[in-house]
């Protein structure tokens, strides 16, 4: 069972920053696609950010220039540093994780994390 772990939400004031982290405990890390999803109350799940094992990176237009997703092969690690931030980014995030690009594109993946919660006051 391939367990995702995400830390660093928190509270922030409008046109501040945070840094998420996800860490995933799998000996077959590289290999695997990563992506960021967000849930705001009342909304669907949305995907924000992917990014491949290769390294090709998604982002949603409502983030784009804002975000920016990364990965760290050696510590089994994505991150998604969000710049910027808007209340209308207030949600929970989530780590995901599938063998397959595609999987996590299109709102699939097959692992998910538990979510961290991410406030930013107007």
């Known amino acids: 069972q391939v367990q995702l772990v995400e830390s660093g939400g928190g509270l922030v004031q409008a046109g501040g920053s945070l840094r998420l982290s996800c860490a995933r405990s799998?000996?077959?890390?590289?290999?695997?696609?990563m992506g960021w999803f967000r849930q705001a109350p009342g909304k669907q799940r949305e995907l924000v950010a992917a990014?491949?094992?290769?390294?090709?990176?998604y982002y949603a237009d409502s983030v784009k220039g804002r975000f920016t997703i990364s990965r760290d092969n050696a510590k089994n690690t994505v991150d998604l540093q969000m710049n910027s931030l808007k209340p209308e980014d207030t949600a929970v995030y989530y780590c995901?994780?599938?063998?397959?690009?595609?999987?996590?594109?299109?709102?699939?993946?097959?692992?998910w994390g538990q979510g961290t919660q991410v406030t930013v006051s107007s």
């Open positions: 995901a994780a599938d063998a397959h690009y595609r999987g996590v594109v299109a709102g699939r993946p097959a692992s």
């Open positions: 799998a000996r077959t890390f590289s290999s695997y696609a």
């Open positions: 990014i491949s094992s290769g390294g090709t990176t």
